[in-house]
């Protein structure tokens, strides 16, 4: 059995997923997974906008996020997924890294202030745009043109950098810390250049692995539109062996890096690029869940709620809570905690 389900919130501010509607839906999602046997811990990873400077959080969201917001909520812990305003630069890496950890501790003072005690810190390690417009043409190329001397050096430089950074908020939060990443762990030994290539650092050369949690985006629906191709059944099993390795290679890669590995399923709806291929339902991502869940990861996750709640277009005008939807998907994902 799983002992976690994460699910992340990227398109649902605080105020939608506090409302009667969505703290009826994780209430009654809760009861169906308890129904089914598991007795695990719920957690949620809830976007917010790291402040700039000068700028203020709306008070709404401390009031939320209470201990009270929570219990409300039906979560055993609420994880914060910090994200800067600038829509360029909204992902962890060595480009942004003093950018993000500024936000963070402007973030955290004014938590403080407000006598909310954050239960859990997120961050999302993805390369920036140039590079990925770099690598898009070749990687061959790609590869030879990120990998300048500079460039070896200054993410060196960074990774001692966020790691520093990293032990710095644990130590002033007493919160753990959880990161995300791209499929990198798949390069096993390969993996110091693969990180390098993209700017994502995973372990720091002098100190070792930066994060103590880490999970990969087990994100095999954006090869769909390629897979379907071979007809929709063919295409959920071929995703499902696809994803069923990259969380075995990542659960290995982590463990003997003495990382806690964590995997991402996904995508179920499309998150802030708004065109992510994504599976239809719970029933064409039962194959990838179990299969990933085999790994025997620490926490079974998914991105992300308004998939479950609303489906794969998003959330619609009237913000209406789909209730044959999300049972189908807390059946599903019942099955693949109870077996992994």
């Not at 389900?5 to 009654?28: K, Q």
């Not at 500079?150 to 939060?173: C, D, F, K, Y």
């Not at 994803?243 to 003495?258: C, E, F, M, P, T």
């Amino acid at each position: 059995m799983i002992g976690t389900l994460r699910i992340y919130c990227e398109l649902l501010g605080a105020e939608e997923l506090f409302s009667d509607p969505l703290v009826a839906f994780m209430a009654g999602f809760r009861e169906v997974l308890e129904g089914l046997g598991w007795r695990g811990s719920l957690e949620v990873v809830l976007k917010v906008l790291l402040p700039s400077e000068g700028d203020a959080v709306d008070e709404a969201l401390w009031d939320r996020l209470g201990g009270s917001g929570r219990q409300a909520l039906a979560a055993d812990r609420i994880w914060l997924w910090g994200q800067l305003v600038d829509r360029q630069r909204v992902y962890l890496n060595t480009g942004t890294h003093e950018a993000v950890f500024s936000g963070w501790r402007r973030l955290l003072a004014q938590m403080a202030a407000a006598g909310v005690v954050p239960e859990g810190l997120f961050f999302d390690l993805e390369p920036d745009r140039w590079v990925l417009e770099v690598l898009s043409d070749s990687w061959v190329r790609g590869a030879g043109e990120v990998l300048g001397e500079a460039r070896l050096l200054s993410h060196r430089r960074s990774a001692l950098e966020i790691g520093e950074a990293v032990r710095g908020l644990m130590a002033q939060t007493g919160v753990p810390v959880l990161a995300a990443c791209a499929p990198l762990t798949l390069f096993g030994r390969w993996v110091p250049w693969a990180e390098r290539v993209v700017g994502t650092p995973l372990v720091c050369e002098e100190r070792g692995p930066i994060w103590p949690e880490l999970t990969c985006m087990n994100y095999v629906s954006f090869g769909l539109p390629t897979l379907g191709g071979v007809g929709a059944a063919r295409a959920w099993a071929r995703s499902a062996r696809i994803g069923g390795w990259v969380a075995r290679r990542h659960v290995a890669w982590a463990r003997a890096q003495g990382v806690v590995p964590s995997v991402i399923c996904g995508t179920n709806c499309v998150g802030i690029l708004g065109d992510e291929p994504s599976y239809p339902d719970a029933a064409s991502m039962r194959g990838l869940l179990l299969a990933t869940a085999a790994a025997k990861p620490n926490a079974l996750e998914v991105f992300n709620l308004t998939g479950i709640v609303y489906g794969p277009g998003g959330v619609d005008a009237e913000f209406r809570v789909d209730e044959g939807r999300w049972r189908a998907w807390a059946a599903v994902l019942g099955e693949a905690l109870t077996a992994g």
